[in-house]
């Protein structure tokens, strides 16, 4: 079983920063890809960021590029999202998911509860 549990949501002013956690335990494979995906109100998923382990590459949703990087600490078993530059529509819930099928970052097989990522003034 795969437990994800993000963390490091809140309120911060466009323009701002902010930093999320996801702490990964029970059965993740080396190779799986791992990333966050996010929901707005009334708006479909969206997928933001994702790492292809097996070869190191990352996806991005155009929106985010050179805003969102991702980077892991894998003896804590912890992915990161980190967010520069926010924007309103950014807001969202912020759910961090694994691909455990293909590998590929091409679906999402497991994410947590998610946490919620207000960007106002």
């Known amino acids: 079983e795969v437990q994800l549990q993000a963390s490091g949501g809140g309120l911060v002013q466009p323009g701002g920063s902010l930093r999320l956690s996801c702490a990964a335990s029970g059965f993740v494979f080396d190779d799986d890809g791992i990333g966050w995906f996010r929901q707005a109100p009334g708006k479909e998923r969206e997928g933001v960021i994702c790492l292809r382990r097996r070869d190191g590459r990352v996806f991005y949703a155009d929106s985010v590029k050179g805003r969102f990087t991702i980077s892991t600490d894998e003896p804590n078993h912890t992915v990161f999202l980190q967010m520069n530059s926010l924007k309103p529509e950014d807001t969202a819930m912020y759910y961090c998911?694994?691909?455990?099928?293909?590998?590929?970052?091409?679906?999402?097989?497991?994410w947590g509860q998610g946490t919620l990522v207000t960007v106002s003034s």
């Open positions: 998911g694994i691909d455990r099928v293909t590998r590929k970052c091409d679906r999402w097989d497991f």
